[in-house]
């Protein structure tokens, strides 16, 4: 007896297929082909059917459900449409973003051509003509340098072009109207107020906020915290900031050092930090100076990328990575299927992760 004679008669095959699509979002005759052992002109009937029962819509090689198919179509109405991406960096904090970007796209029958830049670039708009012109890219998304020289020449480059585009942790706007850019953001101000509420429903009344200077993240985190500081009713004395410089750079821990100083002479016992590398070096630095943590200074890191796996576990401020890319795919997937509709820009919400570093004050 052959292998398509064991293989499920068409209720069950139906089955498969639907709850394929309930947990993929998307399913593949090739991949089904080789889950249920019959052959492609089989699924493609199947497949048929069901569409003429409005359960799917069919797209090149496969079906998506229906309400998506209706929603995305302009998207979905080849395999293989190319995002064009373009982030700062594939090494730290990105990775997660572009996870959830790769995820989403994939429900959806996308893929993704990545590029990485770099902080040092003064001037994104070569990469982005060379990611252009290397494939059939239908819409982009980026994350430029917001402090360089050419950062606003790459935003009229962008709206100048005519290809679809969504900024991910970025605010802009287009000159002369100075009109908004689309775009997926993480409010970082509220991850800032998160992590003083935080502290101050320990008990610490005074407390500080440690920014890295090349994080274009910093400027929110620091209106966040001026919020928090006013909302908790915070004296000029009661908390101060500080910049730390590149901490692979000559200055970094004489930059520690210093601030651990601030912090002692004001009696400061909470501080935020950002980000996770820079506050665990400042934990390292502490203990070898004798200091003890939580219980001489709590520290809550702001990013939460590998906080946990520390020793003591950071508390930590945990930007929804993930869920920013998916959010950029589906924005980017709306604005393909209808260009005219009004520009949307998304903030979603960080999460405060309590664990060891932060406790009440001795």
Not at 66 to 89: K, M, Y
Not at 121 to 129: K, T, W
Not at 319 to 331: E, H, K, Q, S
Not at 348 to 354: D, I, K
């Amino acid at each position: 007896m052959t292998d398509q004679q064991h293989a499920p008669l068409a209720p069950a095959r139906h089955a498969h297929i639907i709850a394929a699509l309930e947990r993929d979002g998307i399913v593949r005759v090739s991949r089904l082909t080789e889950e249920l052992g019959v052959a492609p002109v089989t699924l493609r009937r199947d497949l048929q059917q069901l569409e003429e029962e409005g359960r799917l819509e069919r797209v090149h090689g496969g079906a998506v459900p229906a309400e998506a198919a209706r929603a995305d179509e302009p998207a979905l109405a080849q395999t293989g449409g190319a995002i064009g991406v373009l982030v700062p960096s594939l090494a730290y904090y990105w990775p997660g973003v572009v996870r959830g970007m790769e995820a989403e796209a994939r429900k959806r029958g996308l893929r993704l051509v990545l590029r990485g830049a770099s902080y040092e670039l003064q001037d994104e708009r070569p990469v982005l003509e060379r990611l252009i012109a290397a494939d059939d890219i239908r819409g982009l998304i980026v994350a430029p340098n917001p402090d360089v020289t050419h950062a606003q020449d790459v935003v009229q480059w962008l709206d100048a072009s005519g290809i679809p585009a969504v900024f991910v942790e970025r605010d802009a706007v287009v000159l002369p109207d100075r009109a908004p850019v689309e775009n997926v953001t993480t409010d970082h101000a509220l991850g800032a107020v998160l992590a003083a509420r935080h502290l101050a429903a320990l008990g610490h009344r005074r407390i500080g906020l440690i920014l890295s200077r090349e994080s274009p993240t910093g400027r929110k985190i620091v209106t966040g915290w001026a919020t928090a500081c006013d909302e908790l009713g915070l004296a000029p004395a009661d908390h101060f900031e500080s910049l730390f410089p590149d901490r692979n750079g000559p200055g970094f821990a004489t930059a520690v050092n210093a601030a651990i100083d601030k912090a002692l002479d004001a009696g400061v016992t909470g501080l935020l930090i950002h980000s996770d590398p820079e506050a665990m070096a400042f934990i390292d630095i502490a203990l070898n100076r004798g200091l003890s943590v939580p219980e001489d200074l709590s520290v809550v890191a702001y990013d939460d990328e590998v906080a946990q796996l520390f020793t003591p576990a950071l508390s930590a401020v945990s930007p929804p990575r993930a869920a920013v890319g998916a959010a950029a795919i589906d924005l980017l997937a709306k604005r393909i299927a209808d260009p005219a509709r009004p520009v949307h820009r998304v903030s979603l919400s960080p999460t405060m992760h309590a664990r060891e570093s932060s406790a009440p004050p001795a």
